[in-house]
């Protein structure tokens, strides 16, 4: 039914660090190029980082140097590693799946994380 389930959200301190995580129960995880999003009060929803099958990434301005995003296919899992966090990183993350041939898409339900200054 959720196919995706995200956790590791929460308060976090200027300069902090925090780890999300999203657990995928899909078929063939390795076939789907992932992602994390976030989505500010009043803003719109945007990329954060995607990581293909094949392995490349694409990460927003804002976030490379500080956010890093990683897969183990054996635990289906996705992760965000975050540093460095600054009060502008506060938002909504989702995690996303998209299996390569566009057959199927899933969204996480969002974890918030709030960066207090």
């Known amino acids: 039914q959720v196919q995706l389930a995200e956790s590791g959200g929460g308060l976090v301190q200027l300069g902090g660090s925090l780890r999300l995580s999203c657990a995928a129960s899909?078929?063939?995880?390795?076939?789907?190029?992932v992602g994390w999003y976030r989505q500010a009060p009043g803003k719109q929803r945007e990329l954060v980082v995607s990581?293909?099958?094949?392995?490349?990434?694409d990460y927003a301005d804002s976030a490379n140097g500080r956010f890093a995003i990683s897969r183990d296919n054996a635990k289906k899992t996705v992760y965000l590693q975050m540093s460095s966090l600054k009060p502008e990183d506060t938002a909504v993350y989702y995690c996303?799946?998209?299996?390569?041939?566009?057959?199927?898409?899933?969204w996480g339900q969002g974890t918030q994380v709030t960066v207090s200054s």
């Open positions: 996303n799946a998209n299996r390569f041939d566009g057959l199927y898409s899933y």
């Open positions: 990581l293909s099958v094949t392995g490349q990434t």
């Open positions: 899909v078929s063939s995880f390795s076939s789907y190029n």
